[in-house]
């Protein structure tokens, strides 16, 4: 213990030693101290919550407080003179109060996110006083008498040390409180050993200031061993920073991992939000997401008095093009169709996806019918040029129904089905187009559903029959075989024709029942006539897409044809080339079950369907119907459509194939067709198809010929 003589200039006065050990410890307390209270001032800066906040401000203030105090404190207690010193133990704890308070108000004030130049100064002097008040009152605490004489100047001066150092203090935890600065540690320990030799020097400028008069008492005194007071409040000093670092420490790690969590938490809700309400080929907006936008665009139009315009729009045959070139193009198209629609719109139109090949547009503050018709017009030339897809060009059309808000209806539900209305009507009328909605549509709507309940009657009401229309053969002129066509007589709605019923039929899964029935009708048909004693040919029986996904397809049908005694080769079964196309195992499986019961097959709306003759080959198909729009376009007029056909028949040829002309309607078209070597030939022209009396007369006359 070495001692240091001061303020020997006043012989008059009491030779003051210092214990060097406890002045280095109390700075290392100033140190620890300043350390502490400078992670404590990131971590309070970084709670958002006010309660946390204010439980870390208080904590942090009373550790910090303690640390400054206890500096104090072991600095006086280095302190010694010639006679028994002690310290009343009231004033003591008040001093540590005042610390206490100026350490919350300090720690308050550098985690807030701006600290003014103005600010800074009026805090630092505060704190600086608030310090000296401290050191002050703890000095008073030994109850001098004669009280300490103080040294002025030297008060002023420690006091301005006080400011300085706090002022310093104050801007550096500032600076220091953002976590994310780098080397953060290492800069915080600097700053600590900066601001704790700061404190320390104010204390000690605080003592050099303080003269104690020979024949003083300290009134304080007491028996206690002050150098066992002295390791007491450094070690709970020491321990108490010490805890409160870790605590620190610990909490900004829970803190941080608890964010990690709650981020990913927040962004695997945002992934679950956003597939909940798009769609996920396209990512456009899905049903649920579109009608809420179009409530929110009736909310709008009521409040700004304006009209709203929504687009249902269906590609024409999206379904042929799906089934005959596979999923993944169907895909791609669909997404060039999603990228064409947003592109023509502006940011705030939304277009959606219903799912399948149906898109809706909303455009909001629509002014009036004819702004409405121009969206329309730009919509569909969308579908004017091909879509580039793979190296193939593929174009496809749209058929659009257009309601308009308030006008069509005043409620997501009204406005989206009739818009579906309007855009039914288009594909009734001939597809390729756009339509407003008008009131008369909905009656279309009652129709399907009246249709759809009256199907589940029809076989047990019989209102179910066949025509049969012959095909002829080209080359000899005689009736070669005749196709059956489904009709219904509607108790209410009279004569249905089929192209109405049978998409109804399909979607309800009831076309099964009612195909089966055809086959039974024709078997019978075929029984009876041939007990009549009367010639009969091969009759051809469409068949839906739908049956090709039942399993008992084949069976059913040999079960039907050996109950009523029906040679196998008398029928044939008609698909359409989609179906053909529809690569899936079920598919090709039945078409072979099919074909290996002795039945043969024809391909329907050939033409249609984008699919390569050679691809059909390996069904070994007996015949090749021609699309009625291909024998449509034949004219003399129109080569183009004269060559298509006459190469599909070369080809079919070359692949044992014969083809068959439907929907010859003129004499011009029939000797087109001769002149290519059609085999068959099926239209009005020749025969329509026929009431099945009138047919097996017709069959029956030897005369039966053309020419
Ligand atoms: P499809 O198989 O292409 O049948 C030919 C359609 O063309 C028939 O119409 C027939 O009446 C009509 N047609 C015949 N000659 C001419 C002509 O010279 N000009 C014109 N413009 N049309 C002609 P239909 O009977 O209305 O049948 C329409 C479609 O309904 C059929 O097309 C077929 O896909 C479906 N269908 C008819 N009967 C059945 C059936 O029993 N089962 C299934 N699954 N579908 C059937
Ligand atoms: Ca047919
Ligand atoms: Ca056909």
């Not at 009209?307 to 997404?335: E, T």
């Not at 025509?467 to 219904?488: F, M």
Request: hydrophobic share 50%; net charge neutral.
């Amino acid at each position: 213990m070495a001692s240091v003589p001061i303020a020997s200039h006043h012989s008059y006065m009491l030779q003051a030693t210092y214990n060097n050990l406890l002045v280095f410890t109390s700075i290392l307390i100033a140190t620890l101290a300043s350390y502490t209270t400078l992670n404590l001032a990131g971590r309070i800066s970084t709670l958002e919550k006010k309660l946390h906040r204010t439980f870390w401000l208080i904590g942090g203030a009373c550790a910090m407080g303690l640390g400054i105090w206890s500096m104090h404190f072991v600095g006086m207690l280095a302190f010694s003179l010639p006679i028994p010193l002690g310290y009343d133990i009231a004033i003591t704890f008040y001093s540590l109060v005042i610390a206490v308070g100026v350490s919350y108000f300090a720690l308050d004030l550098v985690t807030r996110n701006i600290l003014s130049f103005v600010k800074l100064a009026i805090s630092g002097t505060l704190m600086g006083l608030g310090i000296a008040a401290m050191h002050y009152s703890g000095m008073l605490a030994m109850r001098m008498s004669p009280a300490i004489e103080y040294d002025i100047p030297i008060v002023l001066l420690s006091v301005g040390v006080a400011i300085a150092a706090s002022t310093a203090a104050l801007w550096i935890a500032f600076t220091l409180r953002l976590n994310h600065l780098r080397f953060l540690w290492l800069r915080r320990v600097g700053a600590a050993i900066v601001m704790g030799f700061a404190i320390a020097g104010m204390h000690y400028t605080g003592m050099a200031a303080a003269n104690f008069p020979i024949g003083a008492i300290c009134r304080a005194a007491s028996g206690l061993s002050l150098n066992w007071l002295a390791i007491t409040i450094i070690v709970v000093t020491i321990n108490v920073l010490t805890v409160t670092l870790v605590l620190s420490i610990l909490d900004s790690r829970l803190e941080h991992r608890t964010n990690v969590f709650t981020q990913s938490l927040k962004r695997a809700n945002e992934t679950l939000q956003y597939q909940a309400t798009h769609d996920a080929l396209t990512g456009l907006p899905n049903r649920y997401l579109l009608s809420e936008r179009i409530q929110h665009a009736i909310d709008i139009a009521d409040r700004s008095k304006m009209r709203f315009a929504l687009y249902f729009i269906d590609l024409d045959r999206f379904k042929a093009i799906n089934d005959s070139l596979g999923h993944n193009i169907g895909d791609q198209l669909l997404k060039g169709v999603a990228n064409r629609l947003s592109a023509t719109l502006r940011k705030e139109d939304t277009v959606a996806r219903l799912g399948g090949d149906e898109f809706v547009v909303l455009i909001e503050e629509v002014a009036d019918v004819a702004t409405a018709a121009h969206t329309a017009e730009k919509l569909f030339n969308c579908f004017q040029s091909e879509f580039d897809l793979d190296d193939t060009g593929i174009s496809i059309l749209s058929s659009i129904g257009i309601s308009l808000y308030p006008e069509n209806g005043v409620t997501s539900d009204a406005l989206l089905s009739h818009a579906d209305a309007a855009m039914y009507e288009v594909k009734v009328s001939g597809r390729n187009n756009y339509r407003f909605f008008e009131a008369a549509m909905n009656i279309a709507n009652l129709r399907t559903v009246e249709i759809q309940q009256g199907l589940r009657a029809a076989i047990k009401n019989d209102q179910f029959f066949l025509h049969y229309q012959p095909k002829w053969n080209c080359s000899n002129g005689t009736i070669s075989g005749a196709e059956a066509l489904l009709r219904w007589r509607h108790p209410k709605l009279g004569l249905v024709s089929p192209v109405e019923f049978i998409p109804i039929a399909e979607q309800s899964g009831q076309i099964i029942a009612i195909d089966h029935w055809v086959v039974e009708q024709v078997c019978r048909q075929l029984g009876e006539w041939s007990a009549a004693g009367l010639a009969t040919i091969r009759i051809a029986v469409n068949l839906s897409q739908v049956n090709f996904r039942s399993n008992s397809l084949v069976e059913d049908i040999t079960r039907t044809t050996d109950k009523f005694g029906v040679a196998r080769n008398m029928l044939m079964f008609e698909i359409t080339e989609s179906v053909a196309m529809q690569n899936t195992e079920e598919t090709m499986k039945t078409i072979e079950k099919l074909q290996k019961a002795g039945f043969d097959l024809a391909i329907d709306d050939f033409g249609t369907g984008f699919s390569s003759l050679s691809y059909l080959q390996q069904f070994a198909v007996r015949q090749l119907k021609v699309d009625r729009m291909f024998v449509n376009r034949l004219s003399t007029t129109d080569p183009k459509a004269s060559s298509v056909v006459s190469a599909i028949v070369n080809l079919a040829h070359s692949l044992n194939m014969q083809v068959v002309a439907e929907g010859v309607e003129t004499e011009a078209q029939l000797a087109l067709l001769k002149g290519m070597e059609c085999d068959e030939m099926q239209g009005y022209l020749l025969s329509k198809p026929l009431e099945s009396h009138d047919f097996i007369k017709l069959v029956n006359r030897a005369d039966a010929l053309i020419a």
